[in-house]
């Protein structure tokens, strides 16, 4: 433990050091973030107006479709991982060697690539949220114990979608390639996760799919909670299935890395 506290300081400055080399691409993947959820919230906002009523759909009118695609672009932002991308990258070209000579685990370096790239884009998303929130009207309903409830499950969110993307991952030591797995979970994720629409206004069938599964405790729990569509009693009880979800990535994470290590061998490009 001594040994990480000593050195992630390092890799931050290393990662932020690194995140402005490639700034141009940083504020291409930062806008991205903001591309979708506005593209979701002005189809719903037309669909509540094409809706019977013209006022709402399910209990969403546009100000609170507004609110909640809004706060997935902010949860969206706190989650965003991207290792089962580049983890084969790594392999391939033979990166992942000096990484794992290191005293500490490769993941604590893929961590403050993360962190840095979060918070160097803040930088630009603020002003951007902002815009969004003036122009659009959103309607928040949450009270302060709400909130307050609701700010550690974005955490909870954050950690537990990236440490099921790293697992992910990891099958990467073994094929080498896992950009079509990646595929595969953001696909899922923006289905099931709540991305292109709230999970209370999925088809049943959908929403016991998404039941049984870790994406909508990523982006739509967080969110909902924020916006005030949950009681406290819900928010605790969806922190309780996001601290199950993440012991469980840990434990996977646990016995499938000593099992990479062993498979691990370099390959050219």
Request: hydrophobic content about 55%.
């Amino acid at each position: 433990m001594s040994v990480l506290m000593s050195a992630m300081p390092a890799y931050l400055r290393m990662s932020l050091a690194t995140m402005f080399q490639y700034r141009g691409e940083i504020v291409l993947w930062a806008a991205w973030g903001v591309v979708y959820p506005l593209v979701a919230m002005a189809a719903w906002t037309d669909a509540v107006k094409a809706s019977p009523d013209g006022r709402e759909i399910q209990g969403f009118a546009p100000p609170d479709f507004a609110a909640y695609f809004l706060l997935t672009m902010v949860v969206g932002h706190a989650c965003a991982a991207w290792d089962v991308y580049e983890m084969g990258y790594l392999i391939r070209s033979g990166q992942m060697s000096p990484r794992l000579m290191r005293p500490i685990l490769p993941i604590w370096q893929s961590v403050a690539d993360n962190l840095a790239y979060k918070v160097l884009t803040l930088t630009l998303l603020i002003p951007i949220w902002g815009g969004v929130a003036w122009f659009t009207g959103p309607r928040f309903t949450s009270n302060a114990l709400q909130i307050g409830m609701a700010l550690p499950t974005v955490i909870l969110a954050g950690i537990l979608h990236y440490v099921w993307g790293y697992n992910l991952a990891l099958a990467a030591f073994w094929v080498t390639r896992t950009d079509a797995a990646g595929e595969v979970w953001w696909g899922v994720n923006l289905l099931l996760g709540g991305r292109l629409f709230p999970v209370e206004i999925m088809p049943p069938p959908l929403q016991w799919l998404a039941a049984t599964l870790p994406f909508k405790w990523i982006v739509w729990f967080p969110a909902s909670a924020l916006m005030g569509n949950l009681t406290p009693t819900e928010i605790f009880y969806g922190a309780l299935w996001q601290s199950g979800w993440l012991v469980a990535g840990a434990v996977i994470f646990q016995i499938v890395w000593p099992r990479a290590v062993k498979q691990y061998s370099a390959v050219g490009n």
